[in-house]
Each structure stands twice: as C-alpha cells, then as structure tokens.
C-alpha cells in the first residue's frame, strides 16, 4: 500500500494533462480526496500493528536500494500533506492542467522523501520536490527573482547533504565492508563516525536543512517568495516538513554527539528567528507576509523543540508541525480569498470586515486564535509540549522562546483589528463564502479544536518513535560527556 501511496499521485500528473479544461477542478478533488482515503488507511493500519517496509535492491547498483519505510512521525507528516493539498483543490479555484500536474508530482516527491529509509532515494526525493515548485514559481509567480534566489540556496544546501551522504557512506563502508546507504544499517550499527567526523558530517546536513526550514540567518528567501508566488506554493512551502523531519531522521540520530554539542548554538539561532520574525511580521504591510513572517517565527519554536533532545520537546515539535500545517495553510487560503474578492493583500486597504463578511470573519478568528496558540486548540498543545520540553532542558531558552506567544498575540490582534473592527469609509462590499469555502473552513476548525481535545490521538504514537529514537542516540553516542547529557535528560521526562 506504501508503494501506491507514492506512486499515485505521480500517475495523476501525468494523467490530469489528458483531462479536458472544464474537468481539472473535479480531477483534482477526486484523486486528492483518494490519496487522503489511502493515507489515512495506512495510518489506520499502523496504529494497528501492520507494519510497511519494503526493501528492492538494484543488481546494476550495488549500493541503492529503493528501501521505504514509515514510522508515526512519516505518517503524521504524510497526512497533514495529503489533507492540505485535497483542502487546498476543493477550496480554491484552480483549472490550469500544469498547474495541478506540478502539485501531485510535487506530493509524489513528498511521499517518496517521507517514506524513503535510503540515503540516495532521500536525496533525489529532496531533489525532485524542487522541479514543479520552481516551475509554477517561474511560469505563475509575480517576481522570478525569488523563485531564483531560492533554487541558489536550495541547490547549495543540497550539494552540501549530497557531499556529507557520500563521506557517510565511505565511513560506514570502513567499518562494516558494505559500501551502502540504507539508513537503517547506518543506524543499527555501532557509530563508524568520530567526534570530529560528526561536527562536519552534521553542519553539513544542518545547514541543508535550514536553508529549507528556513532558519535563522538563512531564511532571507522564504518571506519575498512567499508573498510573491501562488497561493499553493505558499501552503505547500508551509504544509511539507522536510527540513524538521530531516533534522529527525539523519541529524539525531546519526550524529548524537555533535546534537548535543551544537546544541547551545542552535537554540541561540531558534530563539533570535523567533523574536526577528515575529518583529517584522509586526510591521508587515501584506497579508501574505504578515503570515509568512509568522510562519517562520513558530517554526524556530519546532526546531528549538527538536533539539531540545529529549522525548517531551521533540513529541511537542511534531506535533506542533501538524497543527502550523494545518492553521497557517489555511490562513494562506484565506488570504487568497480576500485576494480574489479585492485584488489586494495590503493589510492597510481592509476595515470593517466583521460587518462586510460575517461568517468568514468567524472562522477566521478562529483560527487566528489556534495560530496564537488558544487554549483547547491544536497550536496551543503542540507548543506547550515544546516549552515544557525546552525547559527541562534549560529554563531561560523557554522563556525566551515563549515570547513568541505574547509577540503573536500582539501583532496579530493589531492586524485582525484593523482588518475586521476598525471603522472607515470605503467601498468594500460584503461577500458571502461558497458552500465549499465553509466545509473546508469548518474541516479545518473541527480539527483544530478536536486535536485539542484529544491530542493523543497523534501524540502517543509519535511518543512510541521519539522514544526509539532516543534509544538510538544513546546507543550511537561515542563521547561519555553525550551519554551523561542524555541521560540526565531522560531523567527528566514526563511519562
């Protein structure tokens, strides 16, 4: 079933380009909304004890396997892109047949690279992801300038991963005479990597990933990209977790002492992206970037949360990715639908809004106050989880990082007051949502709020993986300083 999961949508890339220009729109529904059905099947039969791993070797290569696999944290990542992009289809209005070719060729590489247990097949997964977004940022986007600028960073930092695979390999070959990429034997086996060896093999794939995160200070192409590209290059830069989920499936494991080394540096690095992003974002004058700013400001709290190295932060982080997914997608979504009411994203055109359009502006708050982390909403677990796991790891790197929560209550309540209360003549009309607009509006808010209520229905599978990869950590650790760190985190954990 894995295999289809991956292999579907890239069958629909290539049959959507068949389809008649009238039947887009409902091609794209129908074989999204069967993509969710299978994902979530999959799921399904996971948290029921079925395991999915498949191994097939390649005789002409003796060193690739197309080796995929998933465990909890794939899964979750895996589902909140599946249902974003079917939300994404049923609520915009989409009948351009490249456009939606590029979009599930894009969810072919994103299933693959969350399925892959392969260095190689990783790799051209991550490569593969690139393609259709630079193509609907060259042919779609407002300004090619930062579609280029991102491919510049995107490739450096993949030169970089693509370098540190290679040296891995050859380390891991000098130890067990198999010259393979297969992570599981990478990670399964005692460490072939010194101290020294993991510092560069770490910042090497540290910095690929944060380059795609975006992280603090190499973050300067995701704001102009964001606000400059469609709509669903926005929602899939922000709903595609390959950067955190990276950082969880070499960085961690792989190199445990250089985590814990680095650890200070990057904790440094995730607290000043939180507060610089969240202060720009306060004096954004667009929609879309006010959310962009946003968006980059939580997820320096994901990868505080990540390396906070223990159980409780790290369940927090992927939890909390789900719920940004979920609540900063469709908040793209909304602006784009102010967008093709008005023709404008600049914050300072809008007023009276609650009055103008009622029921948009209900959902909207509501989801709003999930982006500012409300009580019984999905941010709100995510990132107290995250918190409370950092400050096990050190109190002040927590209360400098939940400065963001007071930081995005106050530039989003100013923002959603302009917007929505403040009084002013003008020649805005009133609108009303279509009935797909409000059920994809109130999927979302039933899941915001129901995750919020019943976190566990994703936080305790995600604990049982974190938990192992713990383990590996410990077992993969060559320097006694590491082993005492972890352990005396572990101590500490909540059960």
């Not at 529904?29 to 029921?48: A, G, P, T, Y």
């Amino acid at each position: 079933m894995l295999n289809y999961l991956i292999f579907f949508p890239l069958i629909a890339a290539f049959v959507v380009l068949l389809v008649k220009r009238g039947g887009v729109k409902v091609f794209s529904v129908v074989v999204s909304f069967m993509i969710l059905v299978l994902n979530s099947e999959i799921f399904r039969d996971f948290l029921q004890g079925t395991s999915f791993d498949y191994n097939l070797s390649f005789k002409m290569f003796n060193f690739f396997n197309f080796h995929i696999g998933v465990d909890s944290i794939a899964l979750v990542l895996m589902l909140l892109s599946s249902l974003m992009i079917f939300l994404s289809f049923l609520f915009l209005k989409i009948e351009q047949k490249a456009l939606v070719s590029c979009i599930f060729f894009l969810e072919f590489a994103i299933m693959g690279l969350f399925s892959a247990k392969d260095g190689i097949l990783f790799y051209i997964f991550w490569e593969f992801s690139l393609l259709p977004l630079l193509y609907i940022i060259g042919v779609y986007g407002k300004d090619f300038r930062s579609g280029i600028k991102f491919f510049i960073y995107a490739f450096a930092g993949s030169i970089l991963m693509l370098v540190a695979l290679i040296y891995q390999a050859y380390l891991n070959y000098q130890l067990l005479n198999i010259f393979t990429f297969d992570l599981e034997i990478w990670k399964n086996n005692a460490s072939a990597v010194n101290f020294t060896e993991q510092l560069l093999l770490f910042g090497a794939f540290f910095i690929a990933f944060a380059i795609k995160a975006p992280l603090f200070p190499f973050h300067t192409w995701a704001p102009k990209l964001y606000a400059n590209s469609p709509v669903l290059v926005s929602v899939m830069l922000v709903i595609f977790k390959m950067a955190p989920f990276g950082f969880l499936l070499f960085c961690l494991p792989l190199f445990p002492d250089a985590s814990v080394f680095f650890m200070p540096l990057i904790a440094a690095l995730c607290i000043v992206s939180i507060v610089y992003n969240a202060l720009i974002a306060y004096k954004a004058k667009s929609i879309k970037e006010l959310i962009a700013y946003s968006s980059i400001s939580h997820l320096g709290v994901m990868i505080l949360g990540i390396f906070s190295l223990n159980s409780l932060g790290i369940s927090g982080a992927v939890f909390y990715m789900f719920a940004h997914g979920i609540v900063t997608g469709t908040l793209f979504l909304m602006a784009e639908l102010l967008y093709q009411k008005y023709h404008t994203y600049d914050i300072s055109f809008y007023h009276s809004l609650a009055k103008k359009a009622p029921l948009f502006s209900i959902f909207f708050t509501l989801i709003l106050l999930s982006s500012i982390s409300l009580p019984l909403s999905v941010s709100f677990v995510g990132e107290f989880l995250v918190l409370l796991g950092v400050a096990k790891l050190n109190l002040l790197y927590a209360f400098l990082a939940g400065f963001v929560i007071v930081l995005g209550v106050i530039y989003m309540f100013a923002v959603f007051r302009k917007m929505f209360f403040m009084q002013t003549q003008s020649v805005i009309e009133a609108f009303s949502l279509r009935f797909r607009e409000i059920f994809v509006l109130a999927c979302v808010v039933g899941v915001i709020f129901y995750l919020g209520l019943v976190p566990n229905t994703l936080l305790k599978p995600i604990q049982e993986d974190v938990d192992n990869l713990i383990k590996i950590m410990n077992i993969r650790a060559v320097e006694q300083n590491t082993l005492d760190f972890l352990s005396k985190l572990g101590e500490t954990n909540v059960e």
